[in-house]
């Protein structure tokens, strides 16, 4: 696992995340001149402002995430595919995508791994670029057999990450999910730890239990050591 030495490049963990509907253009132009500023690993958008976000910063090192199904994940999966090859053609090198938390609990196992594979065969359908898929599992509307079950279905269908939350439901990311979801996917696949990582201390106890990407709008706040109060994601 990384070690607190890791706070060295902790910008290259950051995925910073703009998702709330009532994003402007301009929050959009300001969060992707942050991430010019700080090298993040990615800026995480809305599907209407990724050409924007890729235009803005083409020729940097900061890559463009795209949610798909979000924040939901009960679309179909042809909705999901679409979503990503649309995500993809303008722009996004990562798709985050909301599993289908339903079909989950409700024992479709199938279901949910065609659904994930589905959105993975839109990353790699023939392009130059694989687009990297994590797997949004809404941890805290699970229990923690269902985040063991959601987490092997998306090793299974062919997941990069694995992803705690969208920020959108009753709860965050929390170290024990992180070292759950760690434990079960081992070193071979990535674990995002999203909502409520506001604070560098957040941040580095994330690091800490498993994970390697970090979701999160507070960005500048963790890499300036400042804490946000009342922001979900």
């Known amino acids: 696992m990384p070690s607190m030495s890791t706070d060295l490049i902790l910008n290259k963990f950051i995925d910073h995340t703009l998702l709330k509907p ?19 690993a990615t800026v995480c958008v ?31 999966t042809l909705v999901k595919m679409f979503e990503a090859d649309q995500a993809i053609d303008a722009g996004a090198t990562e798709i985050d995508m909301v599993m289908n938390v339903g079909a989950l609990k409700s024992g479709l196992l199938d279901f949910v791994r065609t659904d994930i594979a589905g959105v993975h065969k839109s990353c790699n359908a023939g392009r ?23 987490c092997l279905l998306a090793k299974e269908a062919g997941a990069d990450f694995v992803k705690t939350s969208t920020g959108f439901s009753t709860g965050g990311a929390t170290i024990a999910d992180v070292k759950l979801m760690r434990q079960v996917v081992g070193e071979e696949m990535g674990v995002k730890a999203s909502g409520g990582v506001r604070s560098r201390a957040d941040a580095l106890a994330m690091i800490e239990a498993g994970a390697n990407r970090l979701g999160t709008s507070s960005g500048v706040a963790i890499m300036t050591d400042k804490v946000v109060e009342s922001v979900k994601y």
């Open 128 to 150: 130059k670029h694989h687009a990297l898929l994590k797997v949004i599992l809404e941890t805290c509307l699970l229990t923690d057999d269902e985040k063991r079950q959601a």
């Open 22 to 40: 009532d994003a402007t253009r301009a929050q959009i132009e300001k969060l992707c001149a942050e991430a010019r500023e700080y090298h993040f």
């Open 46 to 76: 809305n599907l209407c402002w990724v050409k924007l976000a890729a235009d803005l910063l083409a020729g940097s090192d900061v890559k463009v995430c795209c949610v798909v199904g979000f924040p939901l994940g009960a679309t179909t």
